[in-house]
């Protein structure tokens, strides 16, 4: 039930509309002043606010201004004599949502002020939705605590409060565009859009249209005007994902559009300013495709302000456990999952250790994924996983790469010691459990721990 604070300094006005708001659902508080009115909206909760503009000591216009100041979504009705419309009019530009004159028909009333309120729900809905996307992408939900990780983070913190242009490199499936949200929603530019544009996707022509915008009849098929992304990141965020696969053509475009913070729609001559944040992404090394001459280098070196690198999976697999323990945790708490699926088991995650996860970690959310769906107990087994993952199980121990000249012994020591660092790690440094999976006694572990100086 809403709350609606009435503010008028007559006595009758307040009792009326409070009878009327009360016949309509509504429940309402009452004060004669604005100095009354201002101590109410400080302790009790507040939907809308419907003050006279003629007041003694503060005016409805100056109680306008301190409601807009402590809260100013609240929606402001302004009730108005004929005489004061010039007033009323100028409280609609100050933020009041509406004016209605004395005396009002009473349905007039009570349509303004369930559209007010609507609007006001809206406004505070996209408020908590805002506020539940910065939480989901909070540089301390991106999973891992591995020493790349933890680089990442520190770089997230220290460049999100700037206006910097930040180049993001890493394989397909490392979580670039994550980095990138989590850069935005911890940005000053929060509030703000962050637009999303995958540089790969569109043809050249599309592209162009897709940036910049175009104006009605720019070409066949433009058959109204459309805005570009540079103009609706204003105030926000670009994202551009794949920006190694930009055209030559288009990165002349953007290199002007970074120089001058302006844009030009297609087929148009006015110039339109523009205010955005240059977030950019690829799978490539964006120097050699410099030396390469696929990439202007001064482009390049206006990207590149700040660059993170995303480290494939292979390469931080002690992050493998919490992924794993993230991913179950999405897809069983699904409202729509059935599984009864709590946690993994070791030998399921050493197979997971000794994957090459091309994917990497999308690849590894997949696989975690269709595991769930087909776990019939509590914990994910090897058999939960797919053929392909399970085949590939010593696919890590590279025989042809071994150096020529390295002699039996020599190899088989570095497994060895490689097979004992791997099991520690996923038993979570248990020499019990990490015995188990290495099918020997614990005294025998103890024993090669201590070869290997690993007892430490």
């Excluded at 995958?198 to 058959?223: I, P």
């Excluded at 970074?258 to 120097?287: S, Y």
């Excluded at 590279?398 to 020529?404: A, N, T």
């Amino acid at each position: 039930m809403e709350n609606i604070l009435i503010v008028d300094d007559e006595k009758n006005y307040p009792m009326i509309i409070g009878e009327l708001l009360q016949e309509e659902g509504y429940t309402s508080l009452t004060a004669s002043s604005g100095m009354e009115a201002l101590d109410i909206l400080n302790t009790e909760l507040i939907d809308l606010v419907l003050t006279d503009v003629k007041m003694p000591g503060m005016s409805g216009i100056q109680l306008l201004q301190k409601i807009k100041e402590i809260k100013p979504d609240i929606p402001v009705i302004i009730m108005t004599a004929y005489g004061s419309v010039e007033k009323a009019v100028e409280a609609m530009h100050m933020g009041a949502y509406t004016f209605i004159l004395k005396p009002f028909e009473n349905q007039a009333l009570i349509a303004h002020i369930a559209k007010a309120i609507s609007v006001y729900r809206i406004v505070q809905e996209n408020s908590l939705l805002r506020e539940a996307v910065r939480s989901r992408y909070s540089f301390d939900n991106i999973i891992g605590k591995s020493k790349p990780m933890q680089e990442i983070y520190e770089i997230i913190k220290k460049v999100a409060p700037s206006n910097a242009s930040v180049l993001i490199e890493g394989e397909s499936g490392t979580g670039k565009e994550l980095v990138a949200k989590s850069i935005h929603y911890n940005s000053p530019r929060k509030s703000n859009p962050l637009v999303a544009v995958n540089c790969s996707a569109f043809a050249e022509t599309l592209l162009e249209s897709e940036l910049f915008g175009h104006e009605k009849g720019a070409f066949t098929g433009a058959a109204a005007m459309k805005k570009g992304r540079f103009e609706i990141a204003d105030k926000g965020s670009l994202f551009l994902d794949e920006i190694g696969e930009l055209p030559i053509s288009l990165q002349v475009k953007l290199l002007r559009v970074l120089q001058e913070k302006t844009v030009e729609r297609v087929g148009g001559t006015t110039t339109i300013p523009v205010d955005f944040r240059l977030i950019a992404a690829t799978n490539k090394n964006l120097e050699d495709e410099v030396k390469k001459g696929r990439f202007r280098e001064d482009l390049f070196y206006r990207l590149n302000v700040v660059k993170t690198i995303i480290p494939p999976l292979r390469e931080r697999s002690e992050d493998i456990p919490l992924l794993v323990k993230h991913f179950i945790d999405k897809y069983t708490k699904d409202p729509h999952s059935v599984s009864t699926v709590s946690g993994i088991n070791p030998e399921a995650i050493k197979i997971l250790y000794d994957y090459q996860w091309k994917g990497n970690v999308r690849e590894l959310e997949n696989i975690i994924e269709r595991a769930v769906i087909f776990c019939s107990g509590t914990s994910i087994t090897p058999s939960d996983l797919p053929l392909q993952v399970r085949q590939n199980m010593t696919s890590t121990l590279d025989l042809d790469g071994i150096p020529e000249g390295v002699g039996l012994a020599e190899t088989l020591t570095a497994v060895e010691k490689r097979m004992i660092q791997r099991a520690m790690r996923v038993s979570g440094n248990v020499q019990t459990k990490a015995a188990q999976l290495l099918g020997i006694g614990k005294s025998g572990l103890n024993q090669k721990l201590k070869k290997f100086n690993l007892d430490k």
